[in-house]
């Protein structure tokens, strides 16, 4: 289930936001000023986030910057086409001016969460031996193939692409619960230990580090 952020302070909006996008299937979160925006995004990595401008604390335009790696759509009642294109310049992918119809919103969620998916399917990632390929599905240790679970894939393609990042615990549940909604704090400490033993099996390497109390992390000093 896609995961969408919705930062709005119009609670009005924000309701038929959430309701329109609960029945086409999303799941949603709210922030209701920038500054809790900008809190939330740092435990959560939603799919999307529709960003109002017109905020308390933080403004829509000092919180876009700050959103890496996730696809942003304004909407906002500024009709200026300078600002279109300056928020489109730092790096919202959209702009959709209120009033909006429903329908077209749906559409261009649909859209950006389409070419998101693509261009992550099309990159291949590596890390010192290890190649990932999200197209093939497939992960490779120098010339050898690795045969991981659902989860433990799931798992080190999180890692890798956030190789220099501590990931705790309960981002990494977050972040992987689209593709392995069965894994639970309980079980992750089990997944990641299988997941170190076949890397290890097939470089002798210890990939993946633990960061005591907080997650886990690649291992850069191997």
Same mark, same amino acid.
């Given at each position: 289930?896609?995961?969408?952020?919705? /930062?709005?302070?119009?609670?009005?909006?924000?309701?038929?936001?959430?309701?329109?996008?609960?029945?086409?299937?999303?799941?949603?979160?709210?922030?209701?000023?920038? !500054?809790?925006?900008?809190?939330?995004?740092?435990?959560?990595?939603?799919?999307?986030?529709?960003?109002?401008?017109?905020?308390?604390?933080?403004?829509?335009?000092?919180?876009?910057? #700050?959103?890496?790696?996730?696809?942003?759509?304004?909407?906002?009642?500024?009709?200026? $086409?300078?600002? #279109?294109?300056?928020?489109?310049?730092?790096?919202? $992918?959209?702009?959709?001016?209120?009033?909006?119809? !429903?329908?077209?919103?749906?559409? &261009?969620?649909?859209?950006?969460? &389409?070419?998101?998916?693509?261009?992550?399917? +099309?990159?291949?990632?590596?890390?010192?031996?290890?190649?990932?390929?999200?197209?093939?599905?497939?992960?490779?240790?120098?010339?050898?193939?690795?045969?991981?679970?659902?989860?433990?894939?799931?798992?080190?393609?999180?890692?890798?692409?956030?190789?220099?990042? /501590?990931?705790?615990?309960?981002?990494?549940?977050?972040?992987? +619960?689209?593709? !392995?909604?069965?894994?639970?704090? +309980?079980?992750?400490?089990?997944?990641?230990?299988?997941?170190?033993?076949?890397?290890?099996?097939?470089?002798?390497?210890?990939?993946?580090?633990?960061?005591?109390?907080?997650?886990?992390?690649?291992?850069?000093?191997?």
């Amino acid at each position: 289930m896609k995961h969408i952020l919705i /930062v709005d302070d119009d609670v009005h909006i924000g309701n038929m936001l959430e309701e329109v996008l609960s029945k086409d299937g999303y799941r949603v979160s709210r922030a209701y000023s920038g !500054t809790e925006a900008v809190l939330f995004l740092d435990s959560y990595h939603p799919d999307l986030v529709l960003l109002d401008l017109m905020l308390p604390g933080l403004s829509g335009e000092d919180v876009l910057p #700050k959103i890496t790696g996730i696809p942003v759509i304004v909407i906002s009642a500024k009709v200026d $086409v300078s600002d #279109k294109v300056d928020l489109l310049l730092s790096g919202a $992918v959209d702009y959709v001016t209120k009033p909006f119809d !429903t329908k077209e919103l749906l559409a &261009r969620i649909t859209a950006q969460l &389409r070419n998101t998916a693509l261009n992550a399917g +099309s990159s291949v990632l590596t890390f010192d031996d290890i190649t990932l390929d999200p197209a093939a599905h497939t992960v490779f240790v120098s010339d050898c193939m690795v045969k991981l679970t659902r989860t433990e894939y799931a798992i080190l393609k999180l890692l890798v692409q956030n190789a220099s990042q /501590v990931m705790t615990k309960s981002v990494l549940l977050d972040r992987i +619960s689209q593709d !392995t909604p069965d894994c639970t704090e +309980s079980s992750l400490k089990m997944h990641i230990s299988n997941l170190r033993k076949k890397l290890r099996e097939a470089s002798g390497k210890e990939y993946i580090e633990s960061v005591w109390g907080i997650g886990f992390k690649m291992n850069s000093e191997i």
